[in-house]
């Protein structure tokens, strides 16, 4: 079947780092989508893993292991702004996008 | 700016009523996706259209209904409202112009039955 796991919700320091994780099954492999949504708004793009390893982009960095299924996104130096949801999405074999429902993220000072 | 822009933002109408919701997408991008959000829930996929086609449906109701038009912009129409549709609904497109082929949402309309 088709999957995505993520917890559905974690706190953290400000100025801390936190890594949040996400295991996918699909039905084939084209990529792994992560996304950040604040309350009542839109998502938005955040980064984009389709081969094993580490992509950085400033404070936030993702990683995408494909024998194992699993990707996690990684945000340091955290800002109050950075409270929001992440929506890690796994993109199929026949392009189709299977969404997580989401890690609601609270950053404390 | 996602580049994709949605109509109306705001929407409150009666319970049985019929809505329609607009969406055009990025210029160049020729698949456009719908989603419904419900208050602190994911998103849910509802179906998908790729220049003018119906490329994958989702948990659509069958009281819900889409088409992709020849300028590419979309419509979903949902009919005999009932509370429960009360949500966010999210437009969101692809194909044209993101490096990896990410979806670009807009900014949504805000559904309330009452």
């Known amino acids: 079947g088709q999957n995505i796991d993520q917890p559905t919700e974690m706190t953290a320091t400000e100025g801390a780092i936190v890594q949040i994780n996400c295991t996918y099954q699909?039905?084939?492999?084209?990529?792994l989508f992560w996304y950040q949504q604040h309350a009542g708004e839109a998502p938005t793009f955040l980064s984009y893993?389709?081969l094993d390893g580490l992509e950085e982009k400033g404070r936030f960095s993702s990683f995408l292991s494909r024998s194992k299924g699993y990707s996690y996104l990684l945000l340091k130096e955290l800002q109050m702004k950075d409270s929001a949801s992440y929506l890690c999405?796994?993109?199929?074999?026949?392009?189709?996008?299977?969404w997580g429902a989401g890690t609601k993220l609270i950053i404390k000072p | 700016d996602s580049g994709v822009t949605q109509t109306p933002k705001h929407l409150i109408t009666a319970t049985g009523q019929r809505v329609t919701l607009r969406c055009s997408p990025r210029?160049?991008?020729?698949?456009v996706y719908w989603y419904q959000q419900s208050l602190d829930q994911g998103l849910q996929f509802l179906i998908q259209y790729y220049n003018g086609e119906e490329r994958a449906k989702g948990n659509i109701l069958e009281r819900f209904s889409a088409q992709q038009f020849p300028d590419l912009h979309s419509e979903l129409n949902l009919s005999s409202l009932e509370l429960g549709d009360s949500a966010l609904y999210f437009c969101?497109?692809?194909?044209?112009?993101?490096?990896?082929?990410?979806?670009?949402f807009g900014q949504g309309t805000r559904l309330t039955v009452v």
């Open positions: 699909t039905s084939g492999f084209n990529g």
């Open positions: 969101a497109s692809s194909g044209g112009t993101g490096q990896a082929g990410e979806a670009f």
């Open positions: 210029s160049g991008d020729l698949s």
């Open positions: 999405a796994a993109r199929g074999s026949n392009y189709q996008l299977i």
């Open positions: 893993n389709v």
